[in-house]
């Protein structure tokens, strides 16, 4: 069975900083993997999807790279502000979606 | 707008109670999933339906039952057989094993 994991579990940083988050997954047969905000209470969004086949994408101050033969995925956020502060959860999709534990985020300003 | 409802927000029950959360979604997606959100875990995959009146258990499907007769919902019951039933419940749709998207969620509690 498909698992994910994700390191660190929590993570503290000073405003301004950029940082990077990790994704790791123990079955390299994925289709894609998608990277999930999650704010306190709320349902998840959407932040990055790559394919199988990419090694990367990027949205604004977002940059999430693949590497499936290694199994490891990172989400890099540049020039962190108090505004990321939330949960950040990665899934894989094999025969169905695999989720990680999340890494909770909290930007200092 | 297309998107992911969920509702209500928040959901108060006494034990021995069954329970039905809604789900509905405009994405026109053929796939649908209720996870189930616990403090400090990951979530839980509890049912999933990849076509209408077609649905498949997922980790943990004991004492939830789901139904699927509109490509467009998906409701959960959860029944007084769920031994733990207070929790934060998540629907979610897609495209295949594309992207998936996400409602804002079910708070339950259960006393």
């Known amino acids: 069975k498909q698992e994910v994991t994700q390191i660190p579990a929590a993570l503290s940083v000073p405003e301004g900083e950029n940082l990077v988050l990790n994704c790791s997954f123990t079955?390299?047969?994925?289709?894609?993997l998608q990277w999930f905000r999650q704010d306190p209470g709320k349902g998840l969004t959407s932040l990055l999807l790559?394919?199988?086949?990419?090694r990367e994408q990027t949205s604004g101050r977002l940059n999430a790279s693949l590497d499936k033969s290694s199994g490891r995925s990172t989400l890099y956020i540049a020039a962190s502000q108090p505004g990321d502060s939330a949960t950040y959860l990665c899934?894989?999709?094999?025969?169905?979606?695999?989720f990680g534990t999340g890494t909770s985020l909290t930007v200092i300003p | 707008d297309g998107g992911i409802t969920q509702s209500p927000k928040y959901l108060f029950r006494k034990e021995g109670q069954n329970v039905t959360l809604s789900c509905e979604q405009n994405?026109?997606?053929?796939?649908m999933y209720w996870y189930r959100q616990d403090p400090g875990q990951g979530l839980r995959l509890i049912y999933y339906?990849?076509?209408?009146?077609?649905?498949q258990k997922g980790d943990i499907a004991e004492g939830y039952s789901v139904s699927r007769e509109k490509k467009e919902s998906f409701p959960l019951t959860v029944t007084s057989a769920q031994k733990n039933p207070t929790a934060f419940y998540l629907c979610?749709?897609?495209?295949?094993?594309?992207?998936?998207?996400f409602g804002p969620g079910t708070r339950l509690t259960v006393t």
């Open positions: 979610a749709s897609s495209s295949g094993r594309v992207e998936q998207y």
């Open positions: 079955d390299s047969a994925i289709y894609n």
């Open positions: 790559i394919q199988s086949s990419q």
């Open positions: 899934a894989v999709a094999g025969n169905q979606f695999y």
């Open positions: 994405l026109n997606h053929d796939a």
């Open positions: 339906s990849q076509i209408v009146n077609d649905f």
